[in-house]
Nanobody, 121 residues
């Protein structure tokens, strides 16, 4: 069973930076859309940024100009560079990927376990 493994969360002061990374736990046939979502306490999960296989990107208005999503198709990884962090960016961040597993017959949705980002002085 393919898993998405995230890393890079932590505690940072306002104005600081963090870089999140996410990788598939095993070789897969193909990865289509990849994305980062986040969920703050008491709020619904929201889309932060998405990237297509051809690296076309979209961002939530709240992170435009501060966050950058990137992917490596050879390694099947996705990253999120977060700059100028604000307290309102505090949330559990989830990696998402649309994956066609090796030996599979179609794409399926996969989620990481979540990594905590806390922005506080």
């Amino acid at each position: 069973q393919v898993q998405l493994v995230e890393s890079g969360g932590g505690l940072v002061q306002p104005g600081g930076s963090l870089r999140l990374s996410c990788a598939a736990s095993e070789r897969v046939f193909r990865v289509n859309r990849m994305a980062w979502y986040r969920q703050a306490p008491g709020r619904q999960r929201e889309l932060v940024a998405t990237i297509s296989r051809t690296s076309s990107t979209n961002y939530a208005d709240s992170v435009k100009g501060r966050f950058t999503i990137a992917r490596d198709n050879a390694m099947n990884t996705v990253s999120l560079q977060m700059n100028s962090l604000r307290p309102e960016d505090t949330a559990l961040y989830y990696c998402y990927a649309e994956i066609w597993p090796s030996g599979g017959t179609r794409y399926a949705d996969y989620w990481g376990q979540g990594t905590q980002v806390t922005v506080s002085s």
